[in-house]
């Protein structure tokens, strides 16, 4: 089945540092999304991804989906204690498949 | 407005007995979905349903069963509860399953099997 595979399990950076994870998946996807948990919350819908090569950004973040449509990054620039939380890709590959697949997500810890 | 809800938040089942964990919104949306969340194993997709009266299998579906008769609620039944099955069980739902498919995830529910 399709695997969705992301890197790395865990980052600790200094407040003022970036942070980068990385989402790769075994088959095409149609579009890719990402979450934000924080420490005993659920989930929270940051962005989507449809079209090769896209690049979007939100503040800080910046997200990109690959040309292949195969791989996505998010990247945050200058961390902040704020973004303390686990980061998850999930990618979905489209047409009669509604299976949204999730990396296992990147948990980032910040030391201010 | 109140989302996507979950009850109980908070659950103890003894190995063997069988349960409901309910899971309603009210946002009219079409597709709705458990997963359950597990140290290390991110989000795994357990049941989905595209709208009511359609439900199907996910990743990892053995031991749970759900029906959707209404828009609004997506019960997720565990037949007979094993220690494996102790988990944070998240439901969610979105617009639309195949379009811009923003997810709104409920609050949660941790669930210990002794």
Known sequence: GQQVMQIPQYQHVQEGEDFTTYCNSSTTLSNIQWYKQRPGGHPVFLIQLVKSGEVKKQKRLTFQFGEAKKNSSLHITATQTTDVGTYFCAGLRGGSNYKLTFGKGTLLTVNP | ?114
């Not at chain 2, 991110?42 to 029906?67: C, F, K, M, W």
């Open chain 2, 1 to 114: 407005n109140a989302g996507v809800t979950q009850t109980p938040k908070f659950q103890v089942l003894k190995t063997g007995q069988s349960m409901t964990l309910q899971c309603a919104q009210d946002m009219n949306h079409e597709y709705m979905s458990w997963y359950r969340q597990d140290p290390g194993m991110g989000l795994r997709l357990i049941h989905y349903s595209v709208g009511a009266g359609i439900t199907d299998q996910g990743e990892v579906p053995n031991g749970y069963n759900v029906s959707r008769s209404t828009t609004e609620d997506f019960p997720l039944r565990l037949l007979s509860a094993a220690p494996s099955q102790t988990s944070v069980y998240f439901c969610a739902s979105s617009y639309s399953p195949s379009s811009y498919n923003e997810q709104f995830f409920g609050p949660g529910t941790r669930l210990t099997v002794l």
